[in-house]
């Protein structure tokens, strides 16, 4: 192998190695909650975001009952409909947000089920008196 050769695959492989070792720790993320063990906990950014916990015991089923109130199909995936919750609950806490009764019918609906912007309001009350409150 010429020496030119030679350098720049050493070049090369140094630099493989830098890039591989040291830094991982730098950008390292939060251990997800599953990760963790702490199924339905927030993370601390989650938090920043206004997601709160995953609601349980007498919580969660107050939490379904009242989302079930306005279409009683919205609960038939339980988790889905948690999940949906706790990030409307970070558009209902922000800043910026002009049409959250919307974002809640877009978030709680599907195209076989669409909900309406009267619906995405009735969800909006129901968070507010549940999962999210002010």
Same mark, same amino acid.
């Given at each position: 192998m010429k020496p030119a050769a030679a350098l720049l695959a050493a070049a090369v492989l140094l630099?493989?190695?830098?890039?591989?070792?040291?830094?991982? %720790?730098?950008n390292k993320a939060e251990p997800s909650?599953? !990760?963790?063990?702490?199924?339905?906990?927030?993370?601390? !950014?989650?938090?920043?975001? &206004? $997601?709160?916990?995953?609601?349980? &015991?007498? %919580?969660?089923?107050?939490? *379904?009952?009242? $989302?079930a109130a306005v279409d009683p199909q919205i609960i038939v995936d339980e988790q889905k409909a948690i999940d949906a919750g706790r990030n409307q609950c970070a558009s209902?806490?922000?800043? &910026? +947000?002009?049409?959250?009764?919307? *974002?809640?019918?877009?978030? +709680?609906g599907n195209d076989a089920r669409p909900l309406t912007d009267a619906q995405g309001k009735q969800l909006n009350a129901a968070l507010r008196g549940t999962l999210c409150p002010e």
């Open positions: 630099s493989l190695a830098a890039c591989s070792t040291g830094h991982a %720790d730098v909650s599953s !990760a963790t063990g702490d199924a339905g906990k927030s993370s601390t !950014a989650e938090k920043a975001a &206004g $997601i709160p916990d995953a609601p349980t &015991g007498n %919580d969660r089923d107050a939490y *379904l009952d009242a $989302i209902l806490a922000g800043d &910026g +947000f002009a049409n959250v009764d919307w *974002l809640a019918a877009q978030r +709680f």
